[in-house]
């Protein structure tokens, strides 16, 4: 029993509430900064941390978790998610050598529908293309072969 109680206290210290880490919408948050803004869906914050810092930061924090991708744009790294959470996505932008800002998105419906749209209107323009191609080339093809004709 006492083993057992020994394990439950040391998992609630483990906790982001009793260790005291910052998150947003269930995202890690790196400790300091300055908030620059702060909304339901946004929170952006300024760190005077070099850029490979934040980096390890969030591979740290977000290692071992499912269906996280990180992004490398050159300058910037964009960590998106693909699961059920509240929040979207996490950019890391370099502004210099010792200064760098985190934006941490919530999840929202017009990013999936505007997705989904996108996605709609591509297949059929697909369709369309390979329309167009099959009846150019059944033209070609119909003109170029004559018909055989039966003695």
Known sequence: MKTFLRLIVFAAF?????????????????????????????????????????????????KGEKDIKFLDRGGEIHIEEYQARPWHSI???????????????KDNWTWILGTLTLRFFGVFAVLFVLY??????????SRAIKPQTQS
């Open 14 to 62: 483990m906790t982001s509430s009793f260790a005291l880490a910052e998150d947003f919408l269930g995202a890690p948050v790196m400790p300091g900064g300055t908030v620059v803004t702060q909304t339901d869906a946004r929170l952006e914050k300024t760190y005077n941390v070099p850029y490979d810092e934040a980096i390890k930061f969030y591979e740290e924090a977000l």
């Open 91 to 105: 950019t890391i932008t370099k502004v210099n050598e010792d200064k760098t800002d985190i934006v941490l998105l």
């Open 132 to 141: 167009v191609v099959l009846t150019i080339t059944g033209a070609i093809i």
